[in-house]
Structures are given as C-alpha cells and as structure tokens.
C-alpha cells in the first residue's frame, strides 16, 4: 500500500527553468510534508516542508504547493541549476510521527 | 558539523555474520529514527525512540535486528545472522520535539551502506 507516490521516475529540465516535482498522497491522517534531496551514497537532506494550515510555502528558489482537497503536493524549483540534479524525496507524516516517503523522482538540469 | 553522523560509511560482509551500526544524532534532539533504503526506493521506516525509549518498531524489523539507544544521545542498530536481502543503506535521522509543536523535521546522516555477501 503506497500511501505516498511520486509518479514520475524521472524529469529532465533545461538550465533556468522551472522544475515542477509532483506528489500524490492517499492517507488524510497525513499533516505533514517535507521534500528531501539525495545525492548517491549520501543521506537526504531537507529541503522544504509545508504544513496542513498551509496551501504554499517559499525558500529562495523552492516553493511546496499543498492542495489537500486533491492530496496533491507539488515542489517547484525556479531557476533550475545544474547543481539540483539529484533524487528528490516527498515524505508525509502525521504529527509527530514517523516519515513515509514516495519513491523519488530523478531531476537533470541541462546546460 | 553539528549534523547526524554515522558509522561506518560501508560495510561488506558474509551472510550469517553480524553487524552492529552506529548514529550520533544532532546534540539535544531527543528523537532518533532508523530507516532502510534499497535500490529504486524511496527510505522505509524501521524503528524509533524517544530519548532512550524505543517507542515504535516497524514490522520490516524482524528478530533478527535490534536497536538500542542506551542513554538517550546514540544509537546502534545490530542485525544478527545477515541475509543477502539485508544488503541496503541504513539511514539514520533526529529531530527535536519542541514544546508544543504540531510537527517536526527530522533531519538525516549519511547512511551505512551495507552489502551481504
């Protein structure tokens, strides 16, 4: 039971443009939602997270779309950099709780 | 760096050996979790504690795996008799729960990546 999905495998995006990471979500327990970045052979590393109370949060480049009534959480980076070229993580939880994560989405940025 | 560590970074060994992993949370977390990451996966929850409590314990944790967290600072993790199927990076995350807060952001180390022989 994959109560977090993350549908695409794989996204390929051109230098200075807007990445769009999509997640989907299937328990309404969930209040929680954080993306992680990872590199190979390295733990993830938090990126940004986004709260029920919330529909958009923003860090410099990244912002997190939450729309509950969809389940449905989105990552936008913009500008896109070669240097965010990684697996990028979705995770839910609900409270203070364990992680579930989706299977990851690999981002390249090309020149 | 303040961050999570653990130890060692790689470890390869024969299948029925056992292997004992170690994680040093970030100073003054109280809560440490451990997590199993495989090939095309995203990670998977194994256990937890709350300072030296385990409070939760997935049944991906068969007998054979047992963790502790003697004093509330780090923790190990230990697989006993290791099978093929064991081979994964073992990640290990605190965080902090602060007085009051809904929610919390765990915050991970660099992995053991494990490899059974």
């Known amino acids: 039971d994959q109560q977090v999905k993350q549908n695409s495998p794989s996204l390929s995006v051109q230098e200075g443009r807007i990445s769009i990471l999509n997640c989907d979500y299937t328990?309404?327990?969930?209040?929680?939602f954080l993306w992680y970045k990872k590199y190979p052979a390295e733990g993830p590393t938090f990126l940004i997270s986004?709260?029920?109370?919330?529909d958009k949060n923003e860090d410099g480049r990244f912002t997190v779309f939450l729309n509950k009534s969809a389940k449905h959480l989105s990552l936008h980076i913009v500008p896109s950099q070669p240097g965010d070229s990684a697996v990028y993580f979705c995770?839910?939880?609900?409270?203070?709780?364990?992680?579930?994560f989706g299977t990851g989405t690999r981002l390249q940025v090309f020149p | 760096d303040t961050g999570v560590s653990q130890d060692p970074r790689h470890k390869i060994t024969k299948r029925g050996q056992n292997v004992t992993f170690r994680c040093d949370p970030i100073?003054?977390?109280?809560?440490l979790y451990w997590y199993r990451q495989t090939l095309g996966q995203g990670p998977e929850f194994l256990t937890y504690?709350?300072?030296?409590?385990?409070?939760?314990k997935s049944r991906l944790l068969s007998d054979r795996f047992s963790a502790e967290r003697p004093k509330g600072s780090f923790s190990t993790l230990e697989i006993q008799r290791t099978e093929q199927g064991d081979s994964a990076m073992y990640l290990c995350?605190?965080?902090?729960?602060?007085?009051?807060?809904?929610?919390?952001?765990?915050?991970f180390g660099p992995g053991t990546r494990l490899l059974v022989l």
């Open positions: 995350a605190s965080s902090a729960t602060s007085g009051g807060s809904l929610w919390e952001t765990q915050y």
């Open positions: 328990n309404s327990m969930f209040d929680y």
């Open positions: 986004i709260s029920s109370i919330k």
């Open positions: 995770a839910a939880s609900a409270g203070t709780d364990k992680l579930i």
């Open positions: 100073s003054e977390h109280n809560r």
């Open positions: 504690f709350q300072n030296e409590a385990q409070l939760e």
